[in-house]
């Protein structure tokens, strides 16, 4: 087998006999497969298993009852069951017209490079197909973005956020990717330095169907952008600072409205304190959730933490301030860079440490699990 194209689909079924011809017409003389990775909730699987039998090529069906990692998780899949190390990822929906395999495949065959990037932003590549204005506005502003963020990684792709390429899947460190949405190609040229060259292409409207990308998708894929650029610590502190702006907002409004300085302090405090945990819980440490303890026992860690925190530095800074003759400015900054340390430290090896396996559990700690449970399921952002 020289080529495995991997289509990922979610809800496709008007479109897959038109690309599975279109596939078999201009890979002729390629030794080529195609496998479907499926999360679909409709007609799908029996169109792909119905062209499967009269298809002038191998094509196989993966089909998931859970859509683990999204579209990128869905293309690590593929590479997996893949025949062939060359593996072509393109969208079900036609908007990657199958007439450039060809071009790509030509390309990849020279041999000097471990991945080939189809670009709608190189040479006379178009992005016609977007569906309006503000998707090419959002398109052109997240890849200006992503390619500020990775100047030297990225330093050869005008297309860093496609879903057509080409890779040799050996260069693919499959166990350091975190397939989170739809930016797969990110996630892997961003990991690794590979050998890239691109093709160009226009990108076409879609040839039926809705678009599956959303708001949703758009705040995964920036919360992937920080989390790839600066790791986890970096989320964890954009959320602090957000944390601390908030603090001080509170105050002022409270003082304002002439609730006593002290209670508006402790109000604030508590205010942050909460909405810090719930908006870590959502985008730094949501991966380690489905291991750790249960959201009560998480937020009971987290919540006496931050308030032994709050506690124990104020006497500190005291304590430098006058028996170390440090100015209270620089004693707080200094206190404060610690306790971030510490924090983070805390949260990730102690608030969301993976449960112990083979204990006990007790009735009460399987209510709290079922709320839990009821409490993380995947909701609208
Ligand atoms: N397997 C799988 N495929 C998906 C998922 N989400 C989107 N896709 C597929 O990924 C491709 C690109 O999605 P699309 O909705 O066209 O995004 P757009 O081109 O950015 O508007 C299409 O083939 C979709 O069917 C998913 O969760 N799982
Ligand atoms: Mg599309």
Redesign the pocket.
């Known amino acids: 087998m020289q080529l495995s194209i991997i ?6 079924a008007p ?1 897959v006999a038109e690309l599975v011809r279109r596939v078999t017409d201009e890979t002729e003389g390629i030794d080529a497969e195609i496998i ?5 909730t409709d007609t ?1 699987p029996d169109v792909i298993r119905e062209v499967a039998a009269s298809a002038g090529l191998p094509v196989r069906l993966i089909h ?1 009852d859970h ?1 683990r ?3 990128g ?3 690590l899949e593929g590479f997996a069951a893949a025949e062939s190390d060359a593996c072509l990822v ?4 036609l ?1 990657h017209p199958p007439e450039e395999i060809r071009d790509i495949y030509a390309r990849f065959a020279r041999g000097d490079v471990d991945v080939v990037v189809a670009s709608r932003y190189a040479g006379d590549g178009t992005s016609a ?3 309006d204005r503000t ?1 090419v506005l959002v398109s052109k502003v997240s890849t200006a973005l992503t390619r500020a963020m990775f100047p030297i990684r990225l330093k050869d792709v005008s297309d860093p956020m496609t ?1 057509f390429f080409l890779i040799d899947r050996r260069a693919v460190d499959a166990a350091t990717l975190r397939p989170r949405g ?1 930016k797969i190609l990110l996630e892997i040229l961003a990991r690794k330095n590979l050998r890239i060259a691109e093709v160009p292409f226009d990108f076409a409207g ?1 040839h039926a ?5 959303s708001m949703r ?1 758009g705040v995964h894929f920036l919360t992937q952008l920080t989390a790839l650029r600066f790791g986890k610590m970096s989320l964890f502190a954009v959320i602090g600072g957000l944390g601390a702006i908030a603090n001080v907002a509170i105050v002022w409004g409270l003082t304002h409205v002439g609730v006593n300085y002290l209670v508006a302090a402790i109000i604030a405090s508590e205010v942050t304190i909460v909405g810090n945990f719930l908006l870590q819980e959502r985008f730094v440490f949501q991966d380690m959730k489905g291991e750790a303890s249960g959201v009560w026992a998480r937020f009971a860690k987290s919540f006496s933490f931050n308030n032994a925190e709050l506690l124990i530095r104020i006497p500190i800074v005291a304590i430098m301030v006058s028996g170390g003759h440090i100015s209270a400015v620089i004693a707080t900054a200094i206190t404060l860079i610690v306790a971030f340390i510490v924090r983070f430290v805390f949260h990730s090896l102690v608030v969301y440490a993976p449960r112990k396996p083979g204990v006990e559990v007790s009735r009460a700690r399987h209510i709290v699990e079922e709320l839990d449970a009821q409490a993380m399921a995947p909701g609208e952002l």
């Open positions: 289509v990922p689909t979610y809800n496709e479109n479907f990775v499926d999360d679909s799908t998931r859509r990692g999204g579209l998780g869905a293309v393109m969208d079900g929906d908007q197909g977007l569906a998707r879903g739809f879609r169907g809705e678009s599956k990308a998708q």
